[in-house]
């Protein structure tokens, strides 16, 4: 049964103490290899902390060092930008390179969110269930891994459970205060990221549903509408004053004017920004020639892209055959034992939404908010990325119910053990399974590792002066994490683009305008050509490439013991 307010006195510290456990064990991956998961995500936060601005890139595509962003800089797409504040802020006390330091902040947030995700469920259903849904939801294979990440989600998840918190807490003493609340929160939440904007119907809907009479629930989803987007565009307060709109490449399609905002995220289909903005004609041409020779897989999986950027203008029925393969791709994940845990755990999802057949409003919106993130990031967005850590918590949610369902059952038709007793031995049972799920997927992630492959280039970058601008053919997120630790400018030229202007004779042409001083990362046979044809320095580092860490005996034996 649901608890009352009183209980808190006995439950608060059990939990916050659960939540310190939680912390730990998510933290054990890097205590035991003394090395982060990878490099956080904090160039776009470095520079707002150094600047006050949202920007990385100039109009030319390079990723610039602090000291030019704002006569240089532009406004930035990216979204998120709550919690570029929120990192910007936590650098007062963290050093931009302390990668273990950023990792463990940012872990101890995220424990904290399950805090309110507890108090959350334990109004709404019960003790049992709430501790079920944190423990089930905190260790699934996808959520262990943002927690080790400093990912958006993490605040994303934080105000998203807040608000859950708040409304389920206030809704019995003043409805509009939990409209407010939860609405404010909800506004931070998309704010911090994004991908939960998908929710936002399904919250109107469950406003409406859950009041006395139509008119007051118009009233209350009019209300949540507007305090979520209140609070959503705070950060985009500026770009509304000097453009109009805000700069925001997710929700380009819905201003007018604005289709330009979402070609800045060009990396996604083209190699480097040289190929965008001085040979795009030829490589659209290219591409959609070499997409002829492809099998129907390959252009399948290339379809998307091309989609996304209107390359070789594809149709309508193009657009909903590739959400269909998109969509088929990404239900997937739902049975992964790497993602989700297994599919051992839809043997308590399919029980609990039995038992939430009674409850079908909050059963509407769980299972509502889970279709819809597969059905527009599919047919709509045509992304291809991991969607679970959206919605994991209401697996999760649905996993507790169905543990308690079955718990009860079992207690009936005996009176040996009790549904207290048998709930947590079902749940112990689950955690252990996830854990050694858990360390499958870190031992892949560890065993290709780039970290002291990027720090160790960074290291020679980072003695460069001030003007320098280093080209290398790397992975974006590399040249993101290069452009952090150095403190340099960093632009990209991948291999065949820089092989194709040396054939043409251009590399010096296209090295001047870019101004590119010195190069990394190229084999030597072609760096040696690339300094004869421009006047540039090759950089020389240890380039360790990926490194999985060294273990002790014991830790290599107690490894071998979970798997």
Avoid at 226 to 254: E, F, K, M, W
């Amino acid at each position: 049964m649901p608890f009352a307010l009183k209980s808190l006195r006995v439950q608060l510290p059990l939990v916050l103490l659960g939540c310190l456990a939680l912390f730990g064990l998510w933290m054990m991956p890097i205590v035991a290899t003394g090395m982060p998961l990878e490099i956080p995500r904090l160039l776009a936060a470095r520079n707002f902390a150094e600047t006050g601005m949202f920007r990385e890139t100039d109009s030319l595509g390079r990723l610039l060092a602090p000291e030019l962003l704002k006569e240089q800089g532009e406004t930035s797409p990216e979204p998120e930008r709550l919690s570029t504040m929120i990192l910007a802020t936590f650098s007062r006390f963290i050093p931009w390179n302390n990668a273990i330091g950023w990792t463990a902040m940012t872990g101890a947030v995220f424990a904290l969110s399950f805090l309110f995700l507890w108090l959350a469920v334990a109004r709404l259903f019960s003790i049992r269930v709430a501790w079920g849904t944190i423990v089930i939801t905190a260790l699934m294979p996808i959520y262990w891994q943002i927690a080790l990440s400093s990912d958006r989600y993490i605040f994303g998840l934080f105000f998203l459970f807040a608000g859950f918190a708040a409304a389920a807490w206030l809704l019995d003493r003043s409805w509009i205060a939990a409209v407010i609340v939860s609405g404010i929160f909800f506004g931070l939440a998309a704010s911090a990221k994004d991908a939960f904007l998908i929710f936002l119907p399904w919250f109107l809907v469950l406003l409406v549903s859950v009041q006395r009479s139509w008119k007051r629930g118009i009233v209350a989803a009019a209300l949540f509408l507007a305090c979520t987007g209140i609070v959503y565009l705070i950060p985009y307060a500026d770009d509304i004053r000097s453009v109009g709109y805000p700069v925001n490449q997710n929700i380009a399609r819905a201003w007018p004017g604005a289709a330009d905002i979402e070609e800045k995220t060009y990396l996604h289909l083209y190699p480097d920004p040289y190929t965008y903005f001085f040979d795009r004609e030829r490589f659209d041409r290219e591409l959609l020639a070499r997409r002829e020779t492809l099998s129907f897989l390959e252009r399948t999986q290339l379809q998307k892209v091309l989609i996304r950027y209107g390359v070789g203008g594809p149709s309508l029925i193009d657009s909903v055959l590739n959400g269909v393969w998109l969509f088929g791709n990404s239900v997937t994940s739902l049975f992964q034992q790497d993602v989700m845990g297994g599919i051992v755990l839809w043997l308590f999802i399919l029980p609990g939404i039995y038992v939430l057949r009674r409850r079908r409003v909050l059963l509407l919106f769980l299972l509502g908010t889970i279709a819809s993130v597969h059905v527009l990031t599919s047919f709509v967005l045509h992304y291809s990325r991991e969607h679970l850590m959206d919605y994991g918590w209401a697996l999760g949610l649905l996993v507790a119910v169905g543990i308690a369902f079955v718990a009860d059952s079992l207690s009936a038709s005996q009176k040996k053990f009790s549904a207290a007793t048998i709930t947590s031995l079902i749940i112990l049972i689950l955690a252990v399974q996830m854990i050694q799920a858990n360390r499958t997927r870190f031992a892949r992630f560890y065993a290709r590792s780039l970290v002291a492959d990027t720090v160790a280039a960074a290291e020679v970058m980072e003695k460069l002066p001030a003007e320098a601008v280093v080209a290398a053919p790397l992975h974006p997120r590399i040249a993101e994490d290069l452009a952090l630790l150095s403190g340099q400018s960093v632009v990209l030229f991948q291999e065949p683009t820089v092989e194709r202007l040396l054939s043409e004779g251009k590399l010096d042409d296209a090295f001047r305008t870019y101004g590119v001083t010195h190069v990394l990362r190229y084999d030597d046979e072609r760096a040696r050509r690339m300094r004869a044809a421009a006047n540039i320095t090759v950089l020389v580092d240890p380039h360790p490439g990926p490194k999985p860490p060294e273990h002790s005996a014991i830790l290599r034996y107690l490894l071998h013991t979970i798997r």
